[in-house]
């Protein structure tokens, strides 16, 4: 089993920053891929963010390229998710996901592990 711990979210004003921290515990060492997803009220859970422990390899949804930017620390065995420039479109759970496979996917159901997430609202 994989452990997934959210920690970072918050109410932020339109323009600013947030960093979401993804702790990974457990048998991590049989996930390849890590994700960031987000659901707001009403609407279908969305991609963000997608990283390899394994070289890094990174991979953005359209709406957030240019301003997220998701990194690793294989040591800490911790995935971060820098915010800038938020938007209140931006306003979701964002919730932490490992699967096994090392090839980005960006559907949640092929997403074993989930954390349990964390709020993020950005007023305007």
């Known amino acids: 089993q994989v452990q997934l711990v959210e920690s970072g979210g918050g109410l932020v004003q339109a323009g600013g920053s947030l960093k979401l921290s993804c702790a990974a515990s457990g048998r991590t060492f049989s996930t390849n891929t890590m994700a960031w997803f987000r659901q707001a009220p009403g609407k279908e859970r969305e991609f963000v963010a997608s990283i390899t422990w394994s070289g890094g390899t990174t991979y953005y949804a359209d709406s957030v390229k240019g301003r997220f930017t998701i990194s690793r620390d294989n040591a800490k065995t911790t995935v971060y998710l820098q915010m800038n420039s938020l938007k209140p479109e931006d306003t979701a759970d964002y919730y932490c996901?490992?699967?096994?496979?090392?090839?980005?996917?960006?559907?949640?159901?092929?997403?074993?592990?989930w954390g349990q997430g964390t709020q993020v609202t950005v007023s305007s």
């Open positions: 996901a490992a699967r096994t496979y090392a090839y980005r996917s960006t559907r949640w159901y092929e997403y074993s592990y």
